[in-house]
């Protein structure tokens, strides 16, 4: 029998992938979300069960109803100027609802968990790129309801032998290479689809967030990774404790970064159109650079991204901005 795993947060933009993935090599994927930021239709393999995490009497009849394998979590808030003005949100959604997750699995006797953590884990960075030794100083809510649940995820391992991969990626971009699936936010707060929407004529201009950062343009540097080789990071990282792996921690990106400007420039080239834009004052909470150093996840678990070129990652975010949202005219 295919084993059956339990994907939370699974109708969202990287949830949606991984499922995608699961369905194409041979696992059952059953997705619990509450679609307060997933689509239905984003679920393209296995089946749907729309539920809020934080009710233990849902999640007991769902663990009873299935034997998963293991539990794949993708279903955090994600914004950080929003967890900067409402970090009790955050700390709910994030922290305490993955805690009731987690003792469920401890009833029902499930001991594989992969966390979508991520880079905010960091802070302001000491060096560039970021190991997995850096130390962990994170400077908003949402960084330290991540860096919360990873501790909390040693303890489990510790008291409950929970083994769990904490997957802590940096700027998850780009669409599915198939264009059956991309990023559909409301509202939309990333960079990459922002851009493309002013691209479209969707918006008229896109808003940078500060110009004096201590960076060649002055703008913030990120490392952006393709969706998909995320999605294959999480199938590695799961096999891998299917495998009988201990609880291991990883950092994801394609090692080279990108300002908010060349972000810009390469959309230009992509799209071939002008993209009108201005700078705003710097965001609460934005660290000037990150960069990735993802060699211990090419080491230990074989992983290769398949599309580490920003313009190939644009180039797929904007054909799915131009099949799901239609073409525009030129603006």
Not at 101 to 106: D, E, G, Q
Not at 218 to 235: E, F, K, Q
Request: charged fraction near 20%; include cysteine; glycine fraction near 10%.
């Amino acid at each position: 029998m295919d084993p059956h795993i339990l994907v939370v947060g699974g109708a969202g933009y990287i949830g949606a992938h991984m499922v995608k993935l699961l369905g194409e090599s041979g696992y059952v994927p059953v997705v619990l979300d509450n679609l307060s930021n997933g689509r239905r239709a984003a679920v393209p393999a296995g089946e749907l069960v729309v539920g809020e995490l934080g009710d233990p009497g849902m999640l007991d009849a769902l663990l009873q109803l299935f034997r998963f394998e293991a539990v794949m979590h993708f279903a955090g808030y994600i914004q950080v100027g929003e967890s900067v003005a409402h970090p009790g949100r955050y700390y709910d959604n994030n922290v305490g609802n993955t805690v009731l997750l987690l003792r469920a699995m401890v009833r029902h006797g499930i001991k594989r968990f992969v966390f979508s953590s991520s880079a905010a884990i960091f802070g302001n960075p000491e060096y560039v790129p970021i190991d997995e030794t850096h130390p962990k100083a994170p400077i908003n809510p949402y960084g330290r309801s991540k860096w919360m649940v990873e501790q909390i995820l040693e303890d489990f391992d510790h008291a409950h032998g929970l083994h769990s991969c904490c997957l802590r990626y940096f700027n998850a971009a780009g669409a599915d290479p198939d264009g059956q699936l991309g990023e559909c936010h409301e509202p939309e707060t990333h960079l990459i689809p922002m851009v493309l929407q002013a691209a479209s004529g969707r918006r008229a201009a896109m808003t940078v967030y500060g110009k004096d950062y201590p960076t060649p343009d002055g703008t913030c540097i990120r490392d952006y990774i393709h969706v998909s080789d995320l999605a294959v990071a999480h199938l590695l990282a799961l096999r891998a404790l299917l495998d009988s792996g201990p609880s291991r921690r990883y950092n994801l990106g394609n090692g080279a970064g990108y300002s908010n400007l060349e972000v810009i420039a390469a959309a230009q080239r992509v799209t071939g159109r002008a993209i009108r834009h201005n700078f705003g004052p710097r965001r609460e909470g934005d660290p000037p650079r990150l960069v990735a150093d993802a060699a211990l996840a090419k080491a230990e678990l074989g992983w290769r991204p398949a599309y580490p070129e920003l313009d190939t990652i644009v180039e797929h975010a904007w054909r799915w901005e131009q099949r799901f949202f239609g073409a525009m005219p030129v603006p």
